[in-house]
């Protein structure tokens, strides 16, 4: 537990750093966000939570381009979401232990327009590096609501449009950058 309450400490502070950082652009700030977040999230297995049965579904080739899409969308996702913190904090509150050995930390954003926000990072060990497979932002979890989106794309349509849905997203989101 206090390992993983560790990693997302750490992260926090690289985070902070870079939304705090007056000699970056918006842009490079955004990118820095985003390296954090690939280095920090388990894209792969946090692939396989969204997808649930629907993963069985994906040839090999579908699974390492959505894994792929996904890292981006969620990478896009996570730093444009943190860059509206820019005037607050934030604080490790408290980690508990889950199933599977994996343990929720939990923060809280501290001052500015989103005092007392709360985002839980669901996290998981493996080869001894703690890694996030969530992250609970306000109650929402971000694995829940794509699982919800992709499954209603899923539900009316293959593997294949589900991709170059997410392509076509993820290159519309760089556009400008």
């Known amino acids: 537990v206090a390992a993983a309450r560790q990693v997302v400490a750490g992260v926090m502070d690289q985070v902070l750093a870079a939304l705090s950082d007056g000699k970056l652009s918006e842009d490079q700030r955004l990118q820095q966000i985003e390296a954090v977040a690939y280095a920090n999230f388990d894209f792969e297995t946090m692939a396989k939570l969204v997808l649930a049965r629907n993963w069985k579904t994906f040839s090999k080739e579908e699974r390492v381009r959505f894994v792929a899409e996904f890292k981006n969308l ?11 913190y820019s005037d607050e904090g934030v604080e490790v509150v408290g980690a508990r232990g889950e199933l599977r050995g994996d343990v929720t930390v939990q923060t809280r954003i501290v001052g500015g327009g989103f005092d007392g926000a709360t985002v839980d990072y669901r996290m998981r060990e493996r080869k001894a590096v703690w890694k996030a497979i969530d992250a609970v932002v306000e109650g929402v979890s971000l694995v829940s609501a794509y699982r919800t989106q992709f499954r209603e794309v899923l539900s009316g349509g293959s593997p294949a449009e589900l991709l170059e849905r997410m392509s076509e997203k993820n290159s519309f989101s760089s556009v400008g950058r």
């Open 74 to 84: 969620l990478a896009r996702t996570y730093g444009s979401r943190l860059q509206r």
